[in-house]
């Protein structure tokens, strides 16, 4: 299935980065595409937009950790179409976890990390 990927990222903080990323995908949803958030941001500003719960797991957090799927850590949404991949854990030591193995995986070849990685093709 031919898919397309948009990361929303910029390193100036309050630019509308998560604004950006909930409704562009809500409008790609609205459109009838099937439809994947992300939330990569251990802030989960988007997952708590979306009305899912920062605590909930399996989350991202797991999937980076290897203790999880990313099938099995994909929730439903509000929005008909639009799937999300929650970020990580509330609790400030696991988002700094998460946010130190989210560096490693994009920075290491790492096997642990091969289930997070997108793969060619995909
Ligand atoms: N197009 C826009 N017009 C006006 N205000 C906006 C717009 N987009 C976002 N905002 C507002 O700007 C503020 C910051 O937006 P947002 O949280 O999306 O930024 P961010 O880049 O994700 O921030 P952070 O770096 O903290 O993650 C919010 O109050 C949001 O409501
Ligand atoms: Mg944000």
Do not use: F, H
Not at 13 to 19: D, I, S
Not at 53 to 65: H, I, K, Q
Not at 80 to 89: E, K, M, N, V
């Amino acid at each position: 299935m031919m898919s397309t990927v948009y990361a929303i990222a910029n390193q100036k903080g309050g630019v509308g980065k998560t604004t950006t990323a909930v409704n562009v995908a809500a409008c790609i949803a609205e459109a009838g595409y099937a439809t994947l958030l992300v939330d990569v941001d251990p802030q989960a500003n988007a997952t708590v937009g979306l009305g899912i719960e920062r605590s909930r797991a399996p989350g991202l957090y797991e999937v980076l950790a290897g203790e999880a799927a990313a099938r099995d850590a994909v929730t439903g949404t509000p929005v008909q179409g639009l799937r999300a991949l929650s970020s990580c854990r509330g609790s400030p030591a696991s988002r700094t976890a998460c946010t130190t193995r989210w560096r490693r995986c994009a920075t290491t070849t790492s096997t642990s990390c091969s289930t997070a990685r997108p793969r060619s093709g995909r």
